[in-house]
């Protein structure tokens, strides 16, 4: 490290700088490294030289004009082949080298084309500021200072106007001595053509210019790059990364990922995937299998909520636990299946929660089970309801709609399945049911109370019901997307939708049965137990009363949303219809 701090980093850009530009070899560009290797560390300290020669102050390189190459599309596809042809002669393409309308040479054949019109000397630019044309020399690559100094000492150029090319071509393919031109690339308009004024031999001389002694070169340069912070100093490359496998492993878990993005859909956002925070209600069958799919798009963020325990049933089909789990009692189901991601993804951020959540009909409701629930679903960006009753999606779909959430509802019958979304004006779980949630597990026996599915169902389910959510968030209109029309064809090529992604359902209902699938669309109901503007407006209002009052009274949910006076007024209406039927009959 000291021998890297005390070596003269001027003088060695002189060194192998300034006597290869003033032999016979003419060498107009350098590199140079100079590295520190730290092994214990893995870490690498390097610094970058690419020397060009230096004017004395007070004449640096200005232009006096600057405009765009305006050579016809035809004289530059010349130009093109021209280049090509002596990158063929040559084995190799200097960074360097004279144009006319006619001919493209080297440096080194000035004398073939001296006096010709429109000659301009030109240069490949690669630099950052391609399309910054307005700072003249500045904007241009630092190719260029040498260029200026070689036709000032090689060419007898100082003092005069000279045509300086910026060459900018965008694509400079490979090529060899049997590989044909290509087309004439549109970017070569991007060039840009300067009058650059050539400093005399004097005004690169430090000795006349500013009186130093003669034990000191006559001649300076510079190059050496910046550093981070854009001051002149090394830079610092961190190698530990490469060699910790929990890196490794990040690296290669989302290797499928940027391949999709790269080769086949560019609108990917994997970036918006990653830190996605997920909610899922429900650490069984469909919560596993969930959380399986989610990792594979690259969602990082999981937040389990389950009270129940992992039992020795449950290893077979749900795919995050072990027999482990299984032993002294179970193991509580949302720790252990947040436990399990962080052994699959070693930068997963899983939080489990022992949640009982509060439902209709189950008058035992624990004191902080709302607020802590509720504080979950304000603080993901995606819910999953994935629980096993039907009343324990009542709550946090009433959540979900109070805070204008993305929620992802999956349920399972013995051969069928049932993925939706929530929001946007759509339909939810309970907008089709005509009576209020209430307990289903009563007055059943042990094998009703247990959910009995095909066991290929859920991983179905599960995989449409995270393919359902990243359609969603890749839509500009995220939860408010719009759905497509029921029973239209989805292979209709007047089938569009504005994500990457596809056609974006409310609902897709499956059958193992007859191995089918629709996508029904169905409006939200205005008298909905769950989702209308009356129970969503008295759970803001005073959300503690409003749950506890549901969980005991088993009619207030039906008088809170105007569900039984609807049921009331169509009994009413179906009355009338029934007594003008029997008027018309005894007719």
């Known amino acids: 490290m000291e021998t890297f701090q005390q070596v003269d980093k001027n003088d060695l850009l002189n060194q192998h700088f300034l006597p290869h530009f003033f032999s016979d070899e003419k060498r107009l ?6 590295t520190f290797a730290d092994l214990k560390q893995h870490k690498i300290l390097y610094w970058y030289g ?25 004289e530059k596809a010349l130009f093109w082949e021209n280049l090509h042809l002596m990158r063929k002669n040559q084995g190799r393409l200097d960074p360097c080298f004279i144009v006319t309308k006619t001919k493209c040479v080297p440096l080194a054949d000035y004398e073939s084309v001296r006096g010709e019109n429109d000659l301009l000397f030109g240069f490949l630019d690669f630099s950052e500021k391609l399309d910054d044309v307005t700072q003249g020399p500045a904007s241009m690559g630092w190719t260029m200072r040498n260029l200026v100094a070689y036709l000032c000492f090689h060419l007898d150029l100082g003092g005069k106007s000279v045509s300086i090319l910026s060459f900018r071509g965008q694509q400079l393919r490979r090529w060899d001595v049997h590989t044909k031109p290509h087309d004439y690339d549109a970017s070569l308009d991007h060039s840009i053509v300067v009058q650059i004024q050539i400093p005399t031999k004097d005004n690169y001389n430090w000795r006349l210019k500013t ?8 001649y300076r340069t510079t190059g050496w ?57 429900g650490a069984g069958t469909l919560g596993c299998n969930v959380a399986r799919v989610l990792l594979g798009w690259g969602v990082r963020h999981f937040d389990f909520v389950d ?19 299984c032993h002294d009692g179970g193991s509580p189901k949302a720790e252990a299946a947040a436990d399990a991601l962080r052994q699959i993804a070693a930068d997963v951020v899983s939080r489990g929660h022992q949640l009982s959540i509060p439902m209709p009909g189950h008058a035992a409701v624990e004191e902080d089970a709302v607020e802590n629930l509720d504080q979950l679903i304000q603080e993901c960006d995606v819910v999953y309801l994935l629980t096993d009753t039907r009343e324990s999606r009542w709550l946090p779909t009433v959540m979900a709609a109070a805070h204008n959430k993305v929620m992802i509802n999956a349920a399972l019958g013995l051969d069928s399945w049932l993925v939706m979304r929530h929001g946007g004006g759509f339909g939810c779980y ?10 289903s597990m009563k007055n059943r026996t042990l094998d009703q109370q247990c959910t009995v599915t095909r066991p290929g169902l859920a991983p179905i389910a599960s995989s449409m019901a995270v393919e359902l959510m990243v359609s969603l968030l890749h839509h500009p209109d995220g939860i408010n997307a719009s759905a497509p029309k029921s029973g239209l064809n989805p292979f209709s090529p007047t089938v569009d939708s504005e994500s990457p992604l596809g056609l974006i359902p409310h609902q897709i209902r499956g ?19 769950a989702c209308s503007r009356s129970v969503i407006e008295a759970y803001l209002n005073d959300k503690n009363a409003t749950v506890l009052q549901a969980c005991k009274d088993g009619d207030y949910l039906e008088r ?27 007719d």
């Open 29 to 34: 560009q350098t590199i140079l490294l100079i």
């Open 50 to 74: 690419i020397p060009a020669l230096l004017p004395v102050p007070g004449k640096s390189i200005t232009a006096s004009k600057q405009e765009e190459w305006g050579w016809t599309g035809q």
């Open 211 to 218: 009186a130093q002694a003669d034990s000191l070169p006559a």
């Open 225 to 281: 790059e910046l550093n981070v912070r854009g001051k002149p100093g090394p830079r610092w490359m961190n190698l530990q990364p490469l060699l910790d496998p929990t890196h490794l492993a990040i690296q290669a878990a989302d290797l499928n990922l940027k391949l999709m993005k790269w080769r086949m859909i560019p609108e990917l956002q994997v970036d918006k995937l990653q830190s996605t925070r997920v909610l899922l209600l």
């Open 307 to 325: 009270y129940g325990k992992v039992s020795y049933s449950n290893p077979v089909r749900q795919s995050l636990f072990t027999l482990e789990d």
């Open 430 to 439: 309970f907008c089709n049911d005509i009576v209020a949630p209430e307990n």
């Open 511 to 529: 059958s193992l049965v007859s191995y089918t699938m629709m996508t029904p669309t169905v409006p939200a109901f205005t008298y909905c137990t």
């Open 560 to 586: 809170l949303s105007g569900l039984q006076t609807f049921r009331a007024e169509a009994a009413s209406k179906f009355e009338d219809t029934w007594d003008e039927d029997d008027v018309l009959d005894e």
